[in-house]
Structure formats: structure tokens, C-alpha cells
């Protein structure tokens, strides 16, 4: 029996919902990890995700099949570097960056192409850290493999198998196209969130009624703003000419589209939003993107005291496992009093149902 060891290097979120994943799809598989807290090994190591919690990279990871870069963008070409020496020409190396040059070059810089394939699962929340990693992550999320014009075909062909393994998507993309789409799908709407945050921020008055009311469709469009800022500091600094270039064409249209506000042009108007909605609506909601899915419903009580339990412990009961639960106070856009998020849309459809058998009004939301 042919026993997989994989390697990884840093184990937040991302790395962490990874190695869950993997022991999910290889329980007999050897996991060893080594991330700069030692904390967040150990954690790892008792609950059982990985089988070696390490305090530096070192010679162990000489037995890897798979090795996984897991910290930010410029913290894994450092990492890089020092795992040069224990590096075995049979292990695949791989990250899990949003950006791909800088990586690609310091490969081929080290003279490692023939082994590496970029990597980038395309998925997420607002929280960070190893605490809320979870296999389920993973699951139907699009996992782009960049690799080399060295790398073999067999090579490619494992890793892809893998990802499966996992419960994402592969596809295959070369590197500097992966660079300018997800430059246009995940980091200018990271910019723009943190930018729409910051507006209202600073034209919000000293009783902060903005933020008071802020709700609904404002709170959705800027959750993403909760994400680390120095991943994002780093993801700027080395997608910069993407980025930049985006957001050029982004300032054009927003002075566009600002014209026809000050001139009151409805036509203009109407195109600019039906445009949008169209194009939206043309989505598959199948897969989950680089900002995550949430799955969430809203649930009609009477305010009366134990109703929030009654309903936690009604899904509980039936293995429905709950991410987040709370009465909602205010109901712009929202016609339930209790509001209950879940990881996947299984749950999602499960609690859904027991709820409606159980005589609520039960309303869905998938976005």
C-alpha cells in the first residue's frame, strides 16, 4: 500500500481547510505541517488533521510527496529558499497564492520547474486562522493549476486528481492569465469593498447613523473587507500592473457612469444597471468563487423566551451543523426575525426542510 505524505508550510484558513480535506480523502495518508506559532500545529496534531507538527523546516519534509506553500504571497518565496536543501525530486511543491508571477519566477530562478505547479483553490470566508479552517471549504470550489512548460505530464495529472479528491474543481491556466482574472474577480473587489467601507467611515457624523443603519445589501457587498489586511497588502504589491490597470478602467466607468447621474440621463442609467443585472444573473451559482458562498435562512418566531433554543435544538438533534445563529434587529430587506448560517447547502436544504416540516416560515438565502 502505497502511503501519501504531504507536507505544509503554514496552516491558516486556507492550508488548514487543505490538510482537512486531505485526511477526509486519505485517512491512511501521513500529514505533517510547520507554520511560524507552534500553537497552531499542536492544535492541528490533537484534533487529529495532521500526524506531525514541526517547529522549523527541516529534514522530514524530505519524505513529502506533495509539499503545499501555505503563507502569504512574499513570505513563500522566503520559505522557499529554505526548503531548498530537503527538497526530494519526486516531492510535487505547489502554494496556494492568489498570485502567480512572483512565485513562477523564484521557481525558475531555483531551477525547480520541473516540480512545481502553482496552485490556487479559490475559496474562502472573512475569518482567518486555522480555527475556522474546514474540509467542506473545498467543496465544488474552482482549484486553478498553474503549471510549468518542465512539468511533466504524470506530475500534472496527480495533483489534478487530488484537488478532485478534495471536493474542488481543477482547472489548468496559464500563470499570467490566472494573474489578470482573478485581479478583475477578487482583488479590485477586495479594493473596492475596503474603499466603500472607508466611505463610509469618514462621511459618517459624530452619532455614526451610517453605520447604525448599515445593513442588507451594504453589509453583503463589504464583508469581504474583514479578510487579513496583510494578505492583502501583499496580494497588491505583487499583482500591482493587474490591479492597477483594473482599477483605471474601474475609475473610467465610475466617471461614466457619475455623468450620467449629474445629467439625470435615465436611459444611460437604465442600460448601466440592466447591463449588470444581466451579466450577474448569467453566473452559475454551482461553484463557489474566490469570495465564498454564504448560506443562510430566515426564520418567522414569535418572541417568546426559549424559541431561538427550540429551534437550535431541533437541528442539532438531526446533525445539522450550524455556523452562525442570531436574531436579526434590523429587517431591511430581511422578512425573518432569526437568522441561521450554515457551512454548506446541504445543511442549508436539510434545516430548510425539518424547519418547514416542523411548521415555520422559512426563508432561503444563497449567495
Keep these: 500500500m502505497n502511503i501519501k505524505t504531504y507536507g505544509f508550510i503554514g496552516l491558516g484558513l486556507i492550508g488548514g481547510s487543505m490538510a482537512r480535506a486531505i485526511k477526509a480523502f486519505d485517512p491512511s495518508c501521513r500529514i505533517m505541517a510547520y507554520a511560524p506559532h507552534k500553537s497552531t500545529v499542536d492544535a492541528a496534531k ?14 522530514e519534509f524530505t519524505e513529502c510527496d506533495y509539499i503545499f506553500l501555505c503563507a502569504p504571497v512574499e513570505i513563500n518565496n522566503d520559505n ?24 513562477h519566477e523564484k521557481v525558475k530562478e531555483l531551477g525547480l520547474e520541473g516540480q512545481f505547479i502553482g496552485g490556487h483553490p479559490m475559496t474562502g470566508t472573512e475569518r482567518i486562522g486555522y ?23 504524470d506530475r500534472l495529472s496527480d495533483y489534478y486528481d487530488l484537488v478532485k479528491g478534495m471536493g474542488a474543481i481543477p482547472l489548468v491556466v496559464p500563470y499570467l492569465q490566472h494573474d489578470f482574472a482573478t485581479a478583475a474577480i477578487s482583488h479590485v473587489p477586495h479594493v473596492l469593498s475596503a474603499a466603500l467601507v472607508n466611505l463610509v467611515k ?9 453605520k447604525t443603519i448599515a445593513a442588507g445589501g451594504f453589509k453583503d457587498i463589504t464583508r469581504i ?30 466617471i461614466d457612469i457619475k455623468l450620467a447621474v449629474d445629467e439625470h440621463d435615465s436611459d444611460k442609467l437604465l442600460d448601466f444597471f440592466t447591463s449588470a443585472r444581466s451579466y450577474r444573473e448569467s453566473f452559475s451559482d454551482f461553484t463557489s468563487g474566490p469570495i465564498q458562498k454564504t448560506y443562510v435562512l ?67 438565502t444563497q449567495s
Design 46 to 59: 490533537a484534533d487529529g488533521t495532521i500526524d506531525i507538527a514541526l517547529d522549523k523546516i527541516g529534514p
Design 80 to 103: 522557499l529558499e529554505l526548503l531548498l536543501p530537503y527538497l526530494n525530486p519526486k516531492t510535487t511543491l505547489t502554494d496556494i497564492g492568489s498570485v502567480k508571477n512572483s512565485i
Design 131 to 153: 480555527q475556522n479552517s474546514k474540509a467542506a471549504l473545498l467543496e465544488n470550489a474552482y482549484y486553478i493549476l498553474t503549471r510549468t512548460d518542465s512539468c511533466d505530464e
Design 202 to 210: 469618514n462621511s459618517d457624523n459624530e452619532d455614526a447613523l451610517m
Design 225 to 254: 473587507s474583514s479578510s487579513s489586511p496583510v494578505m492583502w497588502q501583499q496580494i497588491c504589491n505583487t499583482n500591482s500592473d493587474n490591479i492597477s490597470g483594473l482599477l483605471s478602467n474601474l475609475i473610467d466607468s465610475l
Design 298 to 364: 430566515h426564520v418567522d418566531i414569535s418572541d417568546q423566551p426559549g424559541n431561538l433554543a427550540k429551534v437550535a435544538v431541533l437541528l442539532s438533534e438531526k446533525n445539522v451543523n450550524i455556523k452562525n445563529i442570531g436574531i436579526v434587529h434590523n429587517r431591511e430587506y430581511e422578512r425573518g426575525t432569526l437568522k441561521i448560517e450554515f457551512h454548506t447547502g446541504n445543511d442549508l436544504s436539510e434545516a430548510s426542510r425539518l424547519l418547514s416540516e416542523a411548521g415555520y416560515t422559512v426563508v432561503l
